[in-house]
């Protein structure tokens, strides 16, 4: 069992940055891959980004290249994701998961487990 939670969300200008973290419990985090997901009022929940057990391997949604980076950190069982130049359709909760298998890490269905979600609100 993992358990996830996030934190680092917040309210910014438009053009601002947010850093946000996601510590995982247990001692088996780099065993799995892992992702952050966003979701806006109304819309599908929708991919973000994914980074490899080893943090060898990242991928972004075309929407935030360039703008977001996420990283890992194995010995403090954290998973980040840094945000730059924040537009005001990046407003969203946004979620960590993590899954067992780098294959389809694009696909929320894949992944077995999930945080609570924090909000990220973005000013024009």
């Known amino acids: 069992q993992v358990q996830l939670v996030e934190s680092g969300g917040g309210l910014v200008q438009a053009g601002g940055s947010l850093r946000l973290s996601c510590a995982a419990s247990g001692r088996t985090f780099s065993s799995f891959a892992m992702g952050w997901f966003r979701q806006a009022p109304g819309k599908k929940r929708e991919f973000v980004a994914a980074?490899?057990?080893?943090?060898?391997?990242?991928d972004y949604a075309d929407s935030v290249k360039g703008r977001f980076t996420i990283s890992r950190d194995n010995a403090k069982n954290t998973v980040y994701l840094q945000m730059n130049s924040l537009k005001p359709e990046d407003t969203a909760v946004y979620y960590c998961a993590a899954k067992r298998s780098w294959a389809a890490y694009g696909l929320d269905d894949g992944y077995d487990y999930w945080g609570q979600g924090t909000q990220v609100t973005v000013s024009s």
């Open positions: 980074i490899s057990r080893s943090g060898g391997n990242t």
